[in-house]
């Protein structure tokens, strides 16, 4: 089991930053993905961001050059530095892990950019 825990999201207005946190314990082996995911309202769960073991980012289309994806090893920790926010980026992030066909989830935190 793997037990992922989110923080940092709130309500912040158009162009603010929030930066999200999420805490990794358990049977944490391999390497092991980790990553943030949203959902918004009658829409379907998409990629923000995603780093592997090595620290190699990968970001969803719509946030790339605005958010920035890092990893601490030492803490287990991935962190979601959101800059330029926007109306748009209003939705529930999930804290992600992922090691081959394994996958876990946090329970998400709320992320509401007012215009």
């Known amino acids: 089991q793997v037990q992922l825990v989110e923080s940092g999201g709130g309500l912040v207005q158009a162009g603010g930053s929030l930066r999200l946190s999420c805490a990794a314990s358990?049977?944490?082996?391999?390497?092991?993905?980790l990553g943030w995911y949203r959902q918004a309202p009658g829409k379907q769960r998409e990629l923000v961001a995603e780093?592997?073991?090595?620290?190699?980012?990968t970001y969803g289309d719509d946030v790339e050059g605005r958010f920035t994806i890092s990893r601490d090893h030492a803490k287990n920790t991935v962190s979601l530095e959101m800059n330029g926010l926007k109306p748009e980026d209003t939705a529930v992030y999930y804290c992600?892990?992922?090691?081959?066909?394994?996958?876990?989830w946090g329970q998400g935190t709320q992320v509401t950019v007012s215009s």
């Open positions: 992600s892990y992922h090691w081959g066909a394994i996958d876990y």
């Open positions: 358990g049977n944490l082996y391999g390497f092991y993905k």
């Open positions: 780093i592997t073991y090595g620290g190699t980012p």
